[in-house]
């Protein structure tokens, strides 16, 4: 059955069939005037800006739904660059939330930006609104990333992480096991690439962008270390844990060689595309390569692709670096009641499903997983569930966007030259002017 | 003593051939391999032979372009900002250039280097402070802040290459007009337009490509497909991560096929054009 | 003969200029002007849009940028690549033009051509470079290989040797053709009749070249040479699609440097004060092609 990947590919013809019929009888019941529900000019107007997705549906026509669904709200939405341009889309919700004047209600927010937005006073502290008993039925590591100093400033909606895809017909060739510490990981791979069954044996991304900062965070974390601690101002990136870490990500290129120097310019469509050309053994990469994975047009590798948690070094922990969009209420909106009833709506367990399904994003909430209709048409994301409860997030601090510019200068120094003492050291000189410490 | 060049025919004829078909070459060559990549699967990138000729040709990526992801939408969005704007730049350059020439406008050559040096500043730090304007006077999201932006990007050259060509007419030429009792927008409109064509032709082309490319006003000032143009529509082909080449390639070549052929169309009058006019003969 | 202007113009010489110039000047004093002013202004503040701090801190920002060294290690960058990049440009550009300005068959068809490097947006030619100087399977290096130029493929963009060698290629490639229309377009001003002179007198083809188109060339040359130097000058969409100014920072510029700062770390202060030295960077640039041009034009009258 044809399905929909996260890249937007021509949907699946029994879902839009069945999503029109019913927009077509609420169209028809509202133009043959069966009770109608109050008139949208006795509703509560909210605006709501989301980054853009491709999917079955779209968020505008989810939006709709909900405007259908009730008569006191209704939520006109406002289209942000997909999250591709995410430097735009930052700059244009930093733009308008400075402004201060309640526009927009409700937005999305990178979960990179929560703790600046809530840092500057932005985001609307939603812990009245959300009881304690809610907040465990999300993701663990999801609400720990939407808090901010104690205050949860912002709703979970979809969930990504790094992970590791394997070739299972390669691993079955020489009869391995799949690797759960990175020592492993690189044996294997070595023995693949010796023997000439993958030309590369792990590809990564090491491109001068955020995406090193993910990387570094997997590698880092599962070593027991992090950037910042708890506190968001001790700087622990000089540790010793850390510098084993960058030191593995540098030997994968100049000691074992199980990955090729490219990597250090290949963010993740270009360290995607050799895996899917049936070229490498193992990738770390986000959630969306399994769908271009099991594409017969775009991968030479369909049905071979097996997904586990990233490995870890001894003794502690794998790491998955935490991605997605979150929902966050405007602190200065002057219509909170309405925000906060739109942003429970969105991120409620039917809703959640219906992203999943219908754009492919992964839902915050674990029980979801479990829901039948995810799991027939969704098995993949159904699978993932192990992957997500060990996301980690990027350090938590207001100053993150300073912060991640100077660890991706310092960690691809470090990369380049193999000074990794060196350069996170300076690293760490860096950082704590910028937090404070 | 003298010597003439040795058999100057033959050799100079390869010559010149072979560096025609290395222009050719350099010219082309990556729009070819983009042509060749509309047509094909995705798949087909990875192939260790990359190869030329479509196999198996598929016609997916146009039809995604147009019938998914409603390029068309932004072609048209495209067309009106970069031709509304490149015809304004003319008219208002021309009339700046002629005001420079011809009237007595003193400190001419520092208003000159005034209008080079606005072009000068890095355009970066002027989305920020431009944005704020625009959403204060309600104009995001319009034709009408990408027209002015366009309009004040593309008129330096405008009415540096237009002021070149009319102060290479001879004085001569408005002594008669005045003699016929013609006025300066008589002067304007029915001689020295006319006259300098060509420079009006080259710059109006630059200036409509430049538009036509311009990327980061375009994506800071437009959030909705009613009015973002075609690189910002091209970027947003991308969801998340995913590049989908054959989609990109093939509106790539939607988008550069008619600036070609516009330029085919007016090439002689672009080589004219980029004369600053002295032909000393 | 007639070298009086009549005294009528000079009454009406007063307002018609200003109106003339009007239309012109309020797009860009709109445009350019207030946001010029206002990025000068912001860089004697510390404006951060994150913390909402917005205090005048005189000089503070310029003095910490002359100590940073990210931003000497950009500026070093962006002028070694306006230098190379612009005399690469101009020197291929040259040798296509002169090729160009020779009648041959098909000559229109590859004059049209040359600017599709020009007309492809900078978005596409960005990542299509990406794809064709990709290390493991981009075609240059199948290309190479094939005509065993190279034994293994080159990693154009993940060395810190080769990037910013990358970069320069694909703005050479974008740019020379252009250049070479501009150079064009003043070949054709040289005399027909002062070379077929120089021809008769004995002159070889070089000397012809030399001595009788170059100098008459030269102020064509000298003011492409600057737009194209300041436009190279303010290179962003190449390296922040490539290389995003990597690796290890060898190939960060000014304007991405600029760009991270105002709209990543949201430094709207320092990123203005980046800014500014930015654009008296390139003041000094203009005006030393100034010097020559008026130089060489003082000289050729």
């Known amino acids: 059955m044809p399905k929909t990947t996260p890249t937007g590919r021509p949907a699946d013809t029994a879902g839009r069939r069945d999503f029109l019929k019913v927009a077509g009888l609420t169209l028809g019941a509202g133009v043959l005037g069966l009770p109608r529900r109050a008139r949208a000019a006795d509703r509560v107007e909210i605006s709501f800006a989301a980054a853009k997705w491709y999917g079955k549906e779209t968020i505008r026509e989810l939006t709709e739904a909900y405007n259908q669904s009730q008569g006191k709200v209704h939520v006109t939405h406002i289209e942000l660059p997909p999250p591709s341009s995410s430097t735009e889309v930052h700059q244009a919700l930093v733009q308008q939330l400075a402004r201060k004047n309640g526009a927009p209600d409700v937005f999305t927010q990178d979960v990179i930006w929560i703790s600046e937005f809530a840092g500057a006073g932005w985001a609307l502290p939603l812990d009245q609104y959300v009881s304690a008993a809610t907040r465990t039925e999300y993701f663990p590591g999801l609400i720990q990333a939407c808090t901010y100093q104690g205050k949860l400033t912002a709703l979970p909606w979809q969930v990504d992480s790094g992970m590791l895809y394997y070739r299972k017909d390669l691993l079955e060739q020489i009869g391995a096991k799949v690797p759960e510490t990175w ?22 991304q090491g491109k001068q962008a955020e995406v090193l900062v993910c990387d570094l965070v997997e590698f880092l974390g599962s070593n027991g270390g992090s950037v910042l601690g708890p506190d968001g101002k001790q700087v622990l990136i000089a540790d010793e844990a850390a510098v084993q870490a960058v030191q593995f990500m540098y030997d994968t290129i100049a000691t074992s060689k199980i990955s090729p120097s490219d990597v250090l310019s290949w963010d993740e469509e270009p360290s995607r595309r050799p895996f899917t050309g049936g070229q490498a053994a193992f990738l770390r990469n986000w959630s969306y390569v399994y769908h271009i994975a099991q594409d017969p047009k775009e991968s030479s590798i369909v049905d071979k692709v097996g997904v586990v948690p990233l490995p870890h070094f001894p003794g502690a922990k794998s790491a998955a670096c935490l991605g997605g969009y979150q929902y966050g209420v405007n602190a200065s909106t002057k219509n909170r009641e309405a925000a906060v009833d739109f942003v429970t709506w969105m991120s409620s367990p039917a809703t959640q499903l219906h992203f999943a399904t219908d754009l492919g994003l992964a839902p915050t909430r674990p029980a979801v997983y479990d829901e039948p209709t995810l799991i027939k048409a969704e098995p993949f994301i159904h699978s993932l569930r192990e992957v997500y409860v060990g996301a980690t997030p990027r350090p938590v601090t207001p100053k993150y966007s300073q912060v991640t510019l100077a660890l991706q200068s310092a960690v691809s120094r470090a990369l380049a030259s193999g000074d990794v003492k060196t350069e996170l050291t300076a690293a760490k000189t860096r950082i704590a002017a910028i937090v404070g410490a | 003593m003298a010597q003439v060049g040795v058999r100057p025919g033959t050799l100079r004829r390869m010559a010149l051939r072979g560096g025609a078909v290395l222009i050719m070459l350099w010219s082309v060559a990556p729009f070819i391999w983009q042509l060749s990549t509309s047509f094909q699967e995705d798949r087909a990138l990875m192939s260790p032979t990359p190869s030329l000729i479509p196999h198996p040709l598929t016609f997916e990526h146009f039809f995604n372009i147009f019938a998914v992801k409603h390029f068309q939408s932004y072609v048209f969005n495209s067309t009106i900002a970069a031709g509304v704007s490149t015809l304004l730049c003319l008219a208002f350059g021309a009339l700046a250039a002629f005001a420079l020439s011809r009237l007595n406008v003193r400190g001419r050559f520092g208003v000159l280097a005034l209008i080079l040096s606005v072009s000068m500043f890095p355009q970066i730090a002027i989305v920020g402070p431009l944005y704020l304007i625009a959403a204060d006077l309600n104009l995001l999201d319009t034709y009408t802040i990408l027209i002015v932006i366009y309009l004040a990007l593309g008129l330096p050259l405008v009415i540096w290459v237009l002021f070149g060509y009319f102060d290479t007419v001879p004085r001569e030429v408005d002594e008669a007009a005045r003699i016929d009792g013609a006025g300066p927008i008589r002067l304007l409109l029915q001689i020295m337009l006319p006259m300098s064509l060509p420079g009006l032709v080259t710059t109006g082309l630059l200036a409509f490509i430049a538009a036509w490319n311009e990327f980061m006003f375009a994506l800071a000032f437009t959030s909705n497909i009613d009015h973002q143009t075609i690189p910002v529509g091209i970027a947003n082909f991308t969801n998340l991560y995913y590049v989908p080449w054959g989609d990109i390639a093939a509106a790539s070549v939607v988008v550069t096929v008619p600036l070609v052929l516009l330029v085919l169309v007016f090439q002689r009058h672009i080589i004219q054009g980029l004369t600053q006019g002295a032909v000393k003969e | 003969m007639r070298t009086m202007a009549a005294p009528r113009r000079r009454r009406r010489g007063n307002w018609a200029p200003l109106l003339f110039l009007l239309p012109a000047a309020m797009p860009l004093a709109v445009v350019t002007t207030y946001p010029i002013l206002q990025g000068v202004w912001l860089a004697f503040r510390n404006t951060a849009l994150a913390t909402q701090e917005n205090a005048f801190v005189g000089l503070a920002n310029f003095r910490t940028l002359a100590t940073d060294d990210l931003f000497w290690n950009a500026w070093r960058h962006t002028l070694i690549f306006t230098g190379i990049s612009t005399l690469l440009e101009t020197a291929i550009g040259l040798g296509m033009a002169i090729v160009l300005s020779e009648y041959f068959f098909g000559r229109s068809l590859v004059r049209a051509a040359m600017l599709v490097p020009w007309a492809m947006p900078t978005v596409v030619t960005s990542k299509m470079f990406g794809w064709l100087f990709d290390g493991q399977n981009g075609v240059i290096n199948w290309l190479l290989r094939s005509v065993h130029l190279i034994s293994r493929n080159i990693d154009w963009y993940g060395s810190t040797h080769n990037a910013f060698g990358t970069i320069i290629a694909a703005d050479v490639w974008k740019t020379a053709p252009f250049m070479a229309l501009l150079l064009l377009a003043g070949l054709q001003t040289v005399p027909k009749s002062l070379r077929e002179a120089a021809m008769i007198d004995g002159a070889s083809a070089w000397q012809s070249f030399w001595y009788v188109r170059m100098p008459l060339l030269a102020p064509t040359m000298l003011i492409a040479g600057m737009f194209r130097a300041l436009d190279a000058f303010r290179i962003f969409d190449l390296v922040y699609v490539l290389t995003g100014g990597g690796p290890a920072d060898s190939t960060e510029v000014l304007s991405t440097l600029s760009y991270k700062t105002l709209f990543s770390a949201l430094l709207f202060g320092y990123g203005s004060a980046i800014s500014t030295a930015m654009f008296i960077t390139e003041a000094l640039i203009a005006v030393g092609f100034g010097i020559f041009i008026v130089r060489n034009m003082r000289r050729g009258a």
């Open chain 1, 183 to 204: 020592q492993d990981l690189v044996t294997v791979a070595a023995a693949l690439q010796k023997g000439g069954q993958a030309k590369f044996g792990f590809l990564w």
